[in-house]
């Protein structure tokens, strides 16, 4: 017996098995719950409270995102695996950045900045190959668009980051002063 699948608010969901449906769901949630913590994140001033905060739950949410998408890709195999590597990708960049910051490496700031920025530029990007086709608005562009939008908007801003952010400015300086960089 083939499972067609089923549609829910005009988004085709590919498979209508209750674990499917139960992973789908629970993906759905931890992918919100990374959209909105990642935004506040990045938009909260840098220090104790809010920042580490809503990073600690962006990275756990991100974490819940990938084994939920792995077992669903899995399920799907081999139609998703493009979807597999984004999230993989996203949750390693995260892992970097993460480590970055509690490991106080040399350089930390900049990697975590542009190890956070990349697994969130990845983790839309994976959102909008899967569903771009079905979202209003985003079902108009070709389907190149989904792969590149989010990098066109997020790079520009990350890179801005790495400029201009005063965290990076105190470090270069602080590196410039001791001969470090």
């Known amino acids: 017996m083939t499972d067609h699948g089923i549609v829910i608010l005009g988004i085709p969901i590919p498979a209508s098995s209750p674990l499917f449906l139960a992973l789908l769901t629970c ?3 931890a992918g919100l719950a990374c959209v909105v913590t990642g935004l506040v994140a990045m938009l909260s001033r840098k220090r104790p409270g809010r920042h580490p905060t809503a990073g600690t739950l962006y990275y756990w949410s991100l974490a819940l995102v990938t084994a ?3 077992g669903l890709s899995v399920m799907r195999w081999p139609a998703d695996i493009h979807l597999l590597v984004l999230g993989i990708l996203s949750f390693a960049a995260a892992t970097l950045g993460r480590a970055a910051r ?42 190149l668009a989904y792969w590149l939008a989010p990098a066109l908007v997020g790079v520009p801003i990350l890179i801005r980051a790495l400029v201009r952010h005063p965290l990076v400015l105190r ?4 590196e410039r002063s001791t001969g470090a960089g």
Do not use: C, Q
């Open 27 to 29: 993906h759905v949630f």
């Open 102 to 143: 509690r490991g106080r490496w040399p350089g930390w700031i900049r990697i975590h900045i542009t190890g956070m920025g990349l697994s969130y530029i990845l983790l839309l990007t994976a959102f909008y190959v899967d569903n771009g086709a079905n979202l209003p608005l985003w079902r108009d562009l070709p389907s």
């Open 171 to 174: 470090e270069r300086a602080e």
């Open 68 to 70: 939920s998408m792995s």
